[in-house]
């Protein structure tokens, strides 16, 4: 059985990929429901997968989300289109004008396969959102400084955001799964 990651964000499936080795990227076109329930959102996208690709194969679906301490964990799973809208620069403006920098980054993935049992492996970093700390390679990482941390994501390695992610929590939660099974 294959394990597909189901993403066209090559630098979530890069990463994911560094820490799973054995799955592949499978771009399917998925419609993403506006929900603030990051669980629904997969599970909307997971169910729609196996209507689109039955073969057997399992599915990696995953949601990261930014909630704001200041807007009462907004926008959540609604990142995506705040970005588009706002940029960093607009998100980080928002902040300052509340004077609440606090903030959650938390990454669910749901494994499924079949449509009807999906499991969700999720991790989180608390942190600050700071001045954007250069142009944006990946999402909303110049603006998110975790705590105990002097950088913010944009300004680490690879290597270096690997070792403490929101990402990589959820994916060893996932391989720890995939060992037992």
Excluded at 124 to 149: A, E, H, Q, Y
């Amino acid at each position: 059985m294959k394990i597909y990651f189901i993403t066209g964000n090559k630098n979530k499936f890069a990463e994911v990929k560094h820490m799973l080795p054995e799955i592949e990227q499978l771009e399917l076109d998925l419609e993403e429901i506006q929900e603030f329930d990051a669980h629904k959102v997969i599970q909307a996208k997971i169910q729609e997968a196996f209507k689109h690709h039955k073969s057997g194969d399992a599915f990696i679906i995953e949601d990261t989300s930014l909630y704001l301490d200041g807007l009462n964990g907004l926008p959540g799973p609604l990142i995506k289109w705040f970005m588009q809208r706002l940029k960093v620069e607009g998100i980080f403006d928002i902040v300052e004008k509340i004077g609440n920098f606090g903030a959650e980054a938390k990454t669910i993935i749901g494994y499924a396969e079949s449509p009807e049992k999906i499991h969700f492996f999720e991790g989180s970093v608390k942190g600050k959102i700071v001045p954007p700390s250069g142009p944006t390679n990946f999402g909303w990482d110049p603006i998110f400084k975790p705590i105990g941390s002097e950088k913010t994501f944009q300004q680490m390695a690879k290597e270096e955001k690997n070792v403490m992610s929101m990402r990589r929590i959820a994916v060893e939660k996932l391989k720890e799964f995939l060992e037992k099974s």
